[in-house]
Nanobody, 126 residues
Framework: ARLVESGGGLVQAGGSLRLSCATS????????VGWFRQAPGKEREGVVG????????YYSDFAKGRVTVSRDNAQNMLYLQMNNLKPEDTAVYYC????????????????????WGQGTQVTVSS
């Protein structure tokens, strides 16, 4: 099983980016998924998660209203649309494979995810 992110880059504040995550080796529709980010010197934090149990989408407060997650189960693809980007959004962004059932604790707990991509760098200039 594997996850490969793409779509990162340099963008000016206020701009948009669409990140992609190509999945392989497992049936995407059967599992929860998440997007996380890690800025230099900071801990990895959740951006958005989708539960395979109740199909709910969970957003971090900083992501609400600016971020949209989508998935194409037929193409085994996961997407993250980010709008109105801010310099503080600068980080490496990761997609992750979650549980096949309900989250045991919280959608943004790293322990909920057992497979991670290599990450894609997003840099937002002011």
């Amino acid at each position: 099983a594997r996850l490969v992110e793409s779509g990162g880059g340099l963008v000016q504040a206020g701009g948009s980016l669409r990140l992609s995550c190509a999945t392989s080796g497992f049936t995407l529709n059967y599992y929860g998924v998440g997007w996380f980010r890690q800025a230099p010197g900071k801990e990895r934090e959740g951006v958005v998660g989708i539960s395979s149990f109740d199909k709910k989408t969970y957003y971090s407060d900083f992501a609400k209203g600016r971020v949209t997650v989508s998935r194409d189960n037929a193409q085994n693809m996961l997407y993250l649309q980010m709008n109105n980007l801010k310099p503080e959004d600068t980080a490496v962004y990761y997609c992750a494979k979650g549980p096949s059932g309900a989250y045991a604790y919280n959608w943004d707990s790293l322990d909920e995810y057992d497979l991670w991509g290599q990450g894609t760098q997003v840099t937002v200039s002011s």
